[in-house]
């Protein structure tokens, strides 16, 4: 079965840096697309940052400059490296990979999976 495990949340001051990573462990043949998402407390999921098995990534307007996202194709993992940090950025984060190629217990199938969440807290 298809699972991916994040890592690297936590607590940090204002204007320091964490960095996050998701690995997808299984029988994965291929991902298309892998991501980070965030929610905060009383508020919707929303998109941080993607990136495409090619490298094509995208960014949320209000992390742009401030967060990079990356992937090890080899390893199936993401990475984001958040610098600059802001109160604001305190979510829960979860990662995501789109369009998965993997075994499933009803044979190879693609599908989409999300991680289990990791709390990052910017607090002074």
């Known amino acids: 079965q298809v699972q991916l495990v994040e890592s690297g949340g936590g607590l940090v001051q204002p204007g320091g840096s964490l960095r996050l990573s998701c690995a997808a462990s299984g029988s994965i043949f291929s991902i298309n697309a892998m991501g980070w998402y965030r929610q905060a407390p009383g508020k919707q999921r929303e998109l941080v940052a993607k990136i495409t098995s090619g490298g094509s990534t995208n960014y949320a307007d209000s992390v742009k400059d401030r967060f990079t996202i990356s992937r090890d194709n080899a390893k199936n993992t993401v990475y984001l490296q958040m610098n600059s940090l802001k109160p604001e950025d305190t979510a829960v984060y979860y990662c995501?990979?789109?369009?998965?190629?993997?075994?499933?217990?009803?044979?190879?199938?693609?599908?989409?999976?999300w991680g289990q969440g990791t709390q990052v807290t910017v607090s002074s």
């Open positions: 995501k990979c789109d369009g998965l190629y993997g075994q499933t217990s009803a044979g190879p199938r693609v599908r989409d999976y």
